[in-house]
């Protein structure tokens, strides 16, 4: 008999088996793959030496979290490191343009001023808001919404702001990235730094609230940058297992979890493939809603959630690429050597565009690409004197319909297909590096349905755990009667990408649960 079995290690699994063995608990994590860290994934995939995030990467919203706050010197103990630069992420237009933000606000504002009067100020202003609302803001983005404290917090806000003031609050932080970004900015260099990261939320320029995640990721960038892990993401998840075994957890691989054990009203414990059952006092599963209704609680009396599972939707496919290469890349723009996460994009039009096309099934004529330099905040990821590159284009689609371009045949995620859209991308990256074809040693590819076969909880390709539209996010998530991961079981608790508060490294559902149950 266990304390808490877990099922899935994700970061949310991670932080919640973390928070809960260091209190003393009996914690065991199942892992059905070969490999722990759900997204968090490091291997030589393109040659011997070249050490790619083959996911996720940046890891800005875990060094902003709760969870960090209270892991970080734990974590540290056993390998846990962060690589910073002073430039997180910068904007490339095909005209050659490039507009970077610095860490520094001030410099931003003097920047942004010079290339439209008044946008520097308006960015001042912008990024302010968040900072002045940030208790506020972050309690409902991450924290438990059906909660006293919220509760709480809210009263304190009427008190502040009034009715209609807070009303106007949320009125504001519902319009969409567009609606924020063309009034506000008459710079299009501006407006095209900032509309690619709500594709990174797994929304579009048009989407409800993309204008305030938009403003969200420009206040976190600029004050804590885009830090990936020394060594790769692979050694968050190992600095983890560490913690978590130091504490005497237990983690397996190759442990498929069959089915979650029910019986008046309660979750036992899991039975894995093997039939070997695990006992324990709560379940918590970090899977989708369709993994944890449709086929571990199969035939368990959820009919509510399982009929809510087949209206479920999930997001647009994520679409990865690789490079090793001889030596760093020149970029024809000056001021990009050093930045952590370049996009390349011609602004709002080009974003929603793209997103557009790939929700519709199509293959994106010109895609939302987005560039990271690993190398440049960690030399250790490569031989020296080389370089990688981690591209990802967050606008691929699940279900392959048509080329938006017209020259793509194939309609399935066959070799042949991802290698052909990875011929696009390329062709618009090397427009931009002065020595591409020099250096290239080698690339590797992931498409939608390769990341699903790594990681089920993908599906079609999709990171963000289904999509991320307000019918499905904050109390609505995943399904519209959720309530802080509760499930029909008083001790299964979800939690996960498909759970407030999201998708990203945040590990924020995990350590709400892990909070409740006393960790």
């Known amino acids: 008999m266990t304390d808490h079995v877990i099922i899935g290690s994700g970061i949310n699994a991670l932080v919640a088996a973390a928070l809960l063995s260091r209190k003393g608990r009996k914690v065991v994590v199942l892992e059905r793959e070969d490999r722990l860290g759900g997204c968090m994934m490091t291997a030589e995939a393109t040659l011997p030496g070249f050490y790619h995030d083959v996911m996720a990467a940046t890891f800005v919203l875990f060094l902003t979290s709760p969870a960090y706050g209270e892991l970080a010197g734990d974590l540290a103990q056993h390998g846990f490191e962060l690589c910073h630069t002073t430039h997180p992420t910068a904007v490339l237009r095909p005209n050659g343009r490039a507009t970077t933000l610095s860490m520094d606000r001030a410099a931003n504002i003097a920047q942004f001023n010079a290339l439209a009067a008044g946008d520097g100020d308006q960015h001042g202003r912008d990024v302010g808001a968040i ?13 438990e919404l059906w909660r006293w404290r919220t509760a709480r917090l809210m009263l304190s806000q009427i008190r502040k702001r009034g009715l209609n003031g807070l009303k106007t609050w949320f009125g504001e932080a519902l319009r969409p990235a567009r609606a924020w970004l063309e009034p506000a900015y008459q710079s299009p260099d501006i407006q095209a730094l900032w509309a690619p990261w709500v594709l990174h939320t797994g929304l579009t320029p048009e989407s409800t609230y993309s204008g305030q995640m938009g403003k969200v990721i420009a206040f976190a960038l600029e004050a804590a940058g885009a830090p990936i892990v020394k060594g790769g993401a692979g050694q ?14 237990e983690l397996r691989t190759g442990a498929d979890v069959a089915e979650i054990i029910t019986q008046d009203g309660k979750a036992r414990g899991v039975r894995l493939a093997n039939g070997e059952a695990i006992w324990a006092s709560s379940v ?5 809603p369709s993994q944890l209704y449709g086929r571990l609680l199969n035939g368990a009396e959820t009919a509510p959630e399982q009929q809510a599972t087949q209206s479920f939707r999930h997001g647009r496919g994520n679409f990865q690429l690789h490079y090793a290469l001889d030596k760093t890349p020149e970029w024809r723009a000056e001021g990009l050597e050093d930045v952590a996460l370049i996009h390349l994009a011609d602004g709002i039009d080009s974003v929603s565009k793209s997103a557009n096309e790939a929700e519709r099934g199509l293959f994106p004529e010109t895609p939302t690409i987005c560039v990271g330099q690993p190398h440049r905040l960690d030399p250790s990821r490569c031989p020296e004197g080389k370089a990688i590159l981690w591209l990802q284009i967050p606008d691929a689609p699940r279900q392959i319909k048509g080329d938006a371009k017209g020259e793509i045949t194939g309609k399935d995620w066959d070799d042949t297909t991802r290698e052909a859209f990875a011929d696009r991308i390329e062709a618009i990256l090397a427009r931009h590096i002065a020595n591409f074809d020099d250096i290239k040693l080698a690339r590797r590819a992931y498409s939608p349905a390769d990341l699903q076969r790594l990681n089920m909880n993908l599906v079609g390709g999709d990171p963000y755990g289904g999509h991320c539209g307000i019918d499905q996010f904050f109390t609505f998530r995943p399904f519209p009667a959720s309530c802080n991961g509760a499930t029909s079981f008083s001790n299964l608790y979800h939690i996960g990408a498909s759970t407030h508060p999201g998708p990203g490294l945040g ?13």
């Open 507 to 519: 590990g924020g559902s995990g350590y709400n649960t892990a909070k409740r149950l006393g960790g």
């Open 236 to 249: 968050a998840v190992a600095a983890f297992r560490a913690l978590i075994e130091s504490h005497g957890g």
């Open 131 to 143: 900072e002045a609302d940030a208790e506020f803001l972050f309690s409902l983005l991450g924290g």
């Open 284 to 288: 918590l599963a970090s899977v989708t």
